[in-house]
C-alpha cells in the first residue's frame, strides 16, 4: 500500500502528463456551458457569444440517443455433466443476471448513463466509481475533468491499474466535514477557513485512500490522511472508457471549437457594427479660427441625450460590416455541422436538398450511426467490468446473507431473493451488448419490426429486445387473450342478432360490462351461472317462464317468443346434427314390386 507522499507525488505526475488532455477538455465544458468568452473591448465580460451552440446540441442528441437503449446483460452457464447439474448452473446464471439487472434499476443506472454518455462523446472519456451502500453496489459518476487514470499505451481496458481523482476544497468546508484536524496537519495550525486544499483520491487493486494536500505558509508541501484502508476486492473499484483518435484520448467535438470561436467572435463584431450604426459615433471638429468645446457632453447616442458644443461642428462616422462577414459566419457553422457530425435534423432543420424521406434517414444514419456505435460498445465493455467488480464486492461484503431485490431491468422486473455466495460462486463474470450496435431507440424498433416482417426473426426475440416490452411472456399471452376476446365478441354479436340470445340476457351482459364490474369473459359465465340456478330453481315452471335461463342453458323448448324465432324451433345443434345424418334406403317389404317391377319372394 502507498504512502501519503508517494500517493502526492504520483498525483503531481499525473496531473503534468494529462495537463494537454485536461486542457482540451475544459475547452469543451467552457463551450458547451456558454461560458466562451470573446476578446474584444467593446463586448460585455457577461454577454454570451451570439450563435447557436451546435457543441451542446450534439452532446445532447448524441447522448441521448446512446443511452436510450438498454444494455442486455448475460451470465454464461458452465457445461455440467448430468442434466440436473446443467438446470441447477442454468437457473443459477439466470438469477445472476437478474441480480446484476435489480442492481442497475435500484442504483437508476440508466438515467446516470445519460451523463455517462455525454462525458463520452463531449470530453471523449466516461469514469465511474462504484462502492457498497445499502447492501448492494452503486455507480457514481465522475468527471473525467478530474480523473488521472495509469496510462494505457492502447486505450483499450476500461479498468486501469490504478486512478486519482483530484478536488479542490477549503478549509471551511473540511471543519464541517469533520476532517478539521487532518486539514491542519496540511496547512499549518494557523490555518483560515478560506485557505485551499486538494484532495486526492487514490484506488488500485488493493488500496482505497483519500489524502488532503496543502502548503503551509512558507510554501512546503505538507499532507495527511483522511481515510486508507484495504478493500480486499483484487480490482481497481474504478473504470475509464476512452474514445481515442489516431495515438491519444479525443472527444467528437474537439475539433470545432477553434471554428465556435471565430464565429462568435466575427458575430460579435457584426453586432457591434450594427449597435454603432444605429448609434454612431461623434467627433467634434473645431471651425476656422476656433476651439470647439463640449458644453454639454459628450454623451452616448443610445442615452438619448443631445450633446451641446461650441466652437465647433459634431460628425457622426457610420462603420460597415467587413467583407463577406455573413457568408463568413454561415461557412463556420456548416464546417462546424461536417467535422462534428452535427446534421440539421438535431435541430428541428432538413438540409436543403433532401427531397424524400427515405433520404433523409439515410443521410442521417450516415452521419450518427458509426459513433453511437463506437461509443455503445465501449460503454458495453466497461459495464461488463463494473459488473464483475459489483459482483466482486457482493461476494466480499455479503457473502451468505439473503437479498431481496424489489426492482428488476427490461425484461426481467420482478422480485429475486439470492445469496451471494451461491450465485456469484462460481463466476463473477457477464458480457454486456446492445440489442442493435449504433441503433437509438427509434431505429432500433424500425428495425425489429422489419426483421419480423421478412421472416428472419421470430415475434418472441423481437419482444425481448424490445426495451418497451417489459416481460415477453405476459406479452405473448395478452395477445392470445386479446384475440380470443375480439372472436368471443364476434359470436356473441351474431347470437345476438340472430335472436338466439333474449335481449335480457344480452341487456344484463352489457350493464355488467359497461359498469366496470367484469370483464367480458367473465361476465357471460356469470350470467351463464345465474341462468343455471334459474332454471334449477324453476324447474316446473311451464315452458316459456324463464328466458334467460332458457337460451343461456341450451333448452330452447323454455325460450319465450323472441322476434324472428317461432315457438317450435328446434335446437341448432340438433337441427345441425339432422342435416349431416346420411340418407338410408329402405328396403322394399316382402311381396311389394320394387322400382324395376321385381317382387320380393
Avoid at 445499502?134 to 455507480?139: C, D, E, K, N
Avoid at 459488473?387 to 439473503?402: P, V
Avoid at 380470443?484 to 365478441?489: D, Y
Avoid at 367484469?518 to 316446473?540: G, H, S
Wanted: contains cysteine; aromatic residues 4%; negative net charge.
Amino acid at each position: 500500500m502507498l504512502g501519503k507522499e508517494q500517493i502526492c507525488d504520483l498525483y503531481e505526475e499525473r496531473k503534468r502528463s494529462y495537463g494537454r488532455v485536461l486542457g482540451g477538455m475544459g475547452r469543451v465544458r467552457t463551450a458547451y456551458e456558454g461560458d466562451l468568452v470573446v476578446n474584444l473591448p467593446e463586448a460585455s465580460e457577461h454577454e454570451k457569444p451570439p450563435v447557436p451552440n451546435l457543441l451542446q446540441q450534439g452532446v445532447d442528441q448524441m447522448g441521448g440517443r446512446i443511452a436510450s437503449v438498454i444494455p442486455d446483460i448475460r451470465v454464461l452457464p458452465e457445461k455440467m455433466g448430468r442434466l440436473e447439474d446443467q438446470r441447477r448452473e442454468d437457473r443459477r446464471a439466470s438469477t445472476a443476471a437478474r441480480v446484476v439487472g435489480g442492481w442497475w434499476a435500484e442504483d437508476r443506472l440508466p438515467l446516470k448513463m445519460h451523463l455517462r454518455a455525454r462525458h463520452l462523446v463531449g470530453y471523449g472519456a466516461s469514469a465511474c466509481v462504484l462502492t457498497w451502500q445499502a447492501g448492494r453496489p452503486s455507480w457514481t459518476i465522475r468527471s473525467p475533468l478530474n480523473a488521472l487514470p495509469a496510462p494505457d499505451p492502447h486505450h483499450l481496458h476500461p479498468n486501469p491499474r490504478d486512478i486519482i481523482f483530484a478536488y479542490q476544497s477549503s478549509m471551511g468546508q473540511m471543519r464541517a466535514d469533520g476532517y478539521e484536524a487532518q486539514a491542519r496537519a496540511a496547512l499549518g495550525v494557523d490555518a483560515q477557513d478560506g485557505d485551499r486544499v486538494t484532495l486526492i483520491e487514490y484506488m488500485d487493486s488493493e488500496q482505497h485512500a483519500l489524502v488532503c494536500q496543502g502548503s503551509d505558509k512558507y510554501g512546503n508541501r505538507r499532507s495527511s490522511f483522511l481515510e486508507n484502508w484495504a478493500h480486499g476486492l483484487g480490482l481497481t473499484p474504478a473504470t475509464y472508457a476512452q474514445r481515442t483518435g489516431m495515438e491519444s484520448l479525443a472527444g467528437q467535438f474537439d475539433q470545432m471549437i477553434g471554428m465556435y470561436e471565430a464565429q462568435a467572435t466575427l458575430m460579435a463584431l457584426e453586432i457591434l457594427a450594427v449597435q454603432k450604426g444605429i448609434f454612431p459615433d461623434t467627433y467634434l471638429e473645431s471651425r476656422p479660427g476656433e476651439v470647439a468645446q463640449f458644453i454639454d457632453g459628450p454623451h452616448d447616442g443610445r442615452t438619448g441625450m443631445v450633446s451641446v458644443v461650441s466652437g465647433g461642428t459634431i460628425r457622426e462616422i457610420n462603420p460597415q460590416p467587413g467583407y463577406l462577414t455573413n457568408p463568413t459566419i454561415d461557412r463556420l457553422e456548416r464546417n462546424q455541422r461536417v467535422t462534428g457530425g452535427i446534421p440539421p435534423e438535431f435541430g428541428g432543420e432538413s438540409g436543403s436538398n433532401l427531397r424524400t424521406g427515405r433520404r433523409g434517414d439515410a443521410v442521417l444514419s450516415a452521419t450518427i450511426d458509426m459513433p453511437i456505435a463506437y461509443a455503445q460498445d465501449l460503454l458495453a465493455d466497461a459495464l461488463a467490468v463494473e459488473n464483475t467488480i459489483a459482483a466482486e464486492m457482493s461476494l466480499t461484503y455479503d457473502g451468505d446473507t439473503t437479498r431481496t431485490i424489489k426492482k428488476g431491468l427490461g425484461n426481467s422486473d420482478k422480485p429475486v431473493t439470492y445469496v451471494s455466495g451461491i450465485v456469484f460462486k462460481k463466476s463473477t463474470e457477464s458480457t454486456v451488448s446492445y440489442p442493435a450496435s449504433g441503433s437509438d431507440v427509434n431505429s432500433l424498433i424500425v428495425g425489429l419490426g422489419q426483421r419480423v416482417g421478412l421472416g428472419i426473426m421470430s415475434k418472441e426475440t423481437a419482444a425481448q429486445l424490445d426495451p418497451y416490452v417489459d416481460s415477453p411472456e405476459k406479452e405473448h399471452d395478452s395477445i392470445i387473450a386479446e384475440g380470443l376476446e375480439t372472436a368471443l365478441m364476434s359470436g356473441l354479436q351474431q347470437q345476438a342478432a340472430s335472436g338466439r340470445i333474449p335481449p335480457e340476457a344480452l341487456a344484463r351482459i352489457m350493464r355488467i360490462v359497461k359498469a366496470d364490474k367484469l370483464e367480458l369473459a367473465d361476465a357471460i359465465t356469470k350470467v351463464q351461472e345465474d341462468a343455471k340456478k334459474e332454471a334449477e330453481a324453476e324447474q316446473e315452471t311451464p315452458p316459456g317462464a324463464g328466458p334467460a335461463a332458457a337460451a343461456l342453458s341450451g333448452n330452447p323448448e323454455a325460450m319465450s317468443p323472441v322476434p324472428g324465432v317461432g315457438q317450435g324451433s328446434s335446437d341448432l345443434t340438433s337441427m345441425l346434427a339432422s342435416l349431416r345424418m346420411p340418407t338410408q334406403g329402405m328396403a322394399p317389404s316382402v311381396g311389394a314390386p320394387n322400382s324395376q317391377g321385381v317382387t320380393r319372394v
